[in-house]
């Protein structure tokens, strides 16, 4: 951001000094801190951080999965990485509220753009999945992925717990995803298979926001739409805390957990949902969890309304980068 004095030089000066900052996402020289550029033009990396696949001194890697062949109602979350890259250049401004500092001051974000894969192959999208996150984490960097229906969550999950052994499941959602479809693989049963592959503990999984039926929690402790209604935002964050633990924890945030009035923009909506604010009181509270990664999915903005889905997933996903640098320092750009 501008400082006051430089706001007081005079308006050519201030234009000439805008444009030279446009296009951040390939001119940026250093990974942290912020230079504002108009919300309407430029490259749109995720919150103008760079685009690069060089993961050298980086602390969490943007990626985008652009698949929804598992969808199993209206499909559009391929074009959801590109939606949230679109709407977060209205939050890329500096400091973060309420947090009160730019998560960039604090960690090194690059967005390493879309993984690759032929449409249409299943089993192909998630071998692609599973080995860019492997990319990625054997260069010591965390992830921020945007999907994509919710099966990307799949090779991500079985990415991550090779290396830290059965994660710990943070799951906002109106569905529990744990379907029994014998066996089908799609993004309303990869949590069964996750749960079968071993890649989740669910004794210290929650899953926030459900409310469609199920017969089975699978061992998931349930804290659903009505809960969240009823017992606010508070309560909800000290129950996720209090049952996830101290252990190794992923985040995964289908954005049909929140109200279709607050996020029209994806595959299979459902009434009674949270709303925006619900959601982001709950992601802050989620204070010491040991969150390895996030991803955000089902992000379809074919069916959204002014940019609301997209912008409430890219806030979201910024939310959860100020959760994680809450307690770092500052870096020197
Ligand atoms: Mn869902």
Known sequence: MSSGNEKRKSPSAA????????????????????????????????????????????????????????????PGARLGPRGIRAASTHL??????????????????????????????????????????????????????FGGDHLVSLPLLRAHARR??????????????????DGVLNHGTMFLHALEEGLIDPSHS???????????????????????????AAAIAARTREVVGDGKAY??????????SCAPGTGTPVVGGLSTAQAQQILCGLTGIDFVSMDIVEVAPVYD??????????????????????????REP
Do not use: K
């Open 251 to 260: 985040l995964t945030f289908d954005i049909d957990c929140l109200d279709p």
């Open 92 to 145: 890329a401004f500096g400091a973060h509220w309420p947090w009160g500092f730019d998560p960039f001051d604090r960690l090194a974000v690059v967005d390493m753009g879309d993984v690759n894969f032929e449409p249409g192959y299943l089993e192909a999208m998630l071998e692609a999945v599973e080995a860019h996150a492997d990319h990625v984490l054997d260069a010591g960097a965390r992830m921020l992925s």
């Open 164 to 181: 830290h052994g059965p994660l710990r499941l943070v799951h906002f959602d109106a569905h529990s995803d744990t379907w029994l479809e």
């Open 15 to 74: 234009r000439v000094g805008t444009a030279a900052e446009n296009d951040q996402g390939f001119m940026r020289e250093s990974l942290y801190g912020t230079r504002s550029e108009p919300a309407y033009a430029g490259a749109l990396s995720y919150m103008r951080r760079r685009y690069t696949r060089d993961l050298g001194g980086v602390d969490i890697a943007v990626s985008g999965l652009p698949s929804d062949i598992s969808t199993s109602s209206r």
């Open 206 to 232: 929650v899953q926030i926001g459900i409310r469609t039926d199920n017969p089975d929690s699978h061992g998931f402790e349930i804290l659903d739409a009505r809960s969240v209604h009823a017992q606010g």
């Open 305 to 330: 309304i002014s940019e609301i889905t997209s912008l409430a997933a890219a806030t979201l996903a910024l939310d959860y980068l100020c959760l994680i640098a809450r307690d770092l320092a500052p």
